[in-house]
């Protein structure tokens, strides 16, 4: 059973108590498991300069003669003079009555359950505030182009990962107008507009612009909601512009009155940037300037690509039946 007047030195990673009877040794421990080498240097220096000293004095003893050794306290900063380590501000050690342990680990651990769990109130609450945002922000996008949209499934983080990442555009920008062609003609045509990008902008758009999101980081995969809403209904626009620019004898105002339903579907696309995924897009930014300057040329060419949407269709006017 422990003394009334014996103390050990506590200190404490996260809940788990750290306890002995040598300061340096319990802040050397706390040091490692925070990963400040420096830190944990200064007390291993500090620990063995000790028991040098320790060593020194019995042989000293043994031989008959005095040291004049004086045995430093460790009530006190152990760091050397001028050596000043950034983990000492966050490093707690305390001394207390080796009778009182147990009641001091409980309380200490009871505080940091009860902060763990206001914290993690705090977190949800958070997720919860930035879900209802997310939400309510798609639900307005997709009904700028469709006003009866509801949601036909909750809209929320599922967990689930994918093992190839989140694209921060769209892959399907690649492939629009190629697939929007052979749903057309009901057949895969390969009449050469499938490469509408660059190249190089293409390998970014697949593998550059990228990211992989872990099981406790929010993410909602809303853009593949909204980007897949706005193709339905632009393909079904395309579909009727081509239908009618290929059939003879359609008057100029049925022409022009499906032309500018699709550049109208396009301009709100373009306006909200629906082939963006923003929770991609801030992860994989940052606060990098360069990836910024880097999403936004690849942005921009993305939002020329979709504007020019006619070009794309001349191109193979003639293989579609188009008149000419």
Not at 14 to 22: F, M, N, T
Not at 25 to 48: F, G, R
Not at 197 to 205: A, F, G, M, Y
């Amino acid at each position: 059973m422990a003394s009334a007047g014996s103390h050990v030195w506590v200190g404490f990673i996260e809940a788990l108590p750290v306890v002995g009877s040598v300061k340096e040794a319990v802040e050397w421990v706390l040091a490692v498991a925070a990963d400040d080498s420096a830190l944990a240097k200064e007390k291993l220096d500090v620990i063995n300069g000790r028991l040098r000293r320790v060593l020194k004095l019995k042989e000293n003893r043994s031989s008959g003669s005095s040291s004049g050794y004086s045995s430093q306290s460790t009530s006190g900063s152990s760091t050397p003079v001028g050596k000043k380590s950034s983990g000492l501000t966050a490093m707690h050690v305390e001394s207390i009555p080796e009778m009182n342990l147990m009641d001091h680990i409980r309380e200490v651990m009871g505080k940091h359950d009860k902060k763990k769990a206001q914290q993690s109130a705090k977190l949800e609450e958070a997720r919860t505030k930035e879900l209802k945002r997310v939400q309510d922000e798609t639900k307005g996008k997709i009904r700028r182009i469709n006003q009866n949209f509801e949601f036909s499934a909750p809209l929320g983080d599922d967990g689930k990962r994918s093992n190839k990442g989140e694209h921060v555009i769209n892959n399907g920008v690649i492939t629009f107008y190629q697939k929007t062609v052979d749903d057309f003609m009901d057949q895969q045509t390969n009449l050469g507009i499938d490469g509408p990008l660059r190249s190089d902008t293409e390998n970014s758009i697949m593998n550059k612009l990228v990211v992989h999101f872990d099981a406790h980081e929010l993410y909602i995969n809303a853009n593949a909601l909204i980007y897949g809403e706005y193709c339905r209904v632009l393909k079904r626009a395309l579909r009727q512009f081509l239908t009618v620019y290929r059939q003879e004898g359609e008057s100029q105002e049925d022409k022009d009155d499906a032309q500018n339903e699709v550049t109208r579907i396009i301009q709100i696309m373009n306006d909200i940037k629906a082939y963006v995924d923003h929770f991609a897009k801030v992860k994989w930014i940052k606060n990098d300037s360069k990836r910024q300057t880097e999403f936004e040329m690849i942005q921009d060419e993305v939002v020329t690509m979709f504007t020019n949407w006619t070009q794309y269709f001349d191109i193979v006017r003639e293989k579609l039946g188009f008149p000419v």
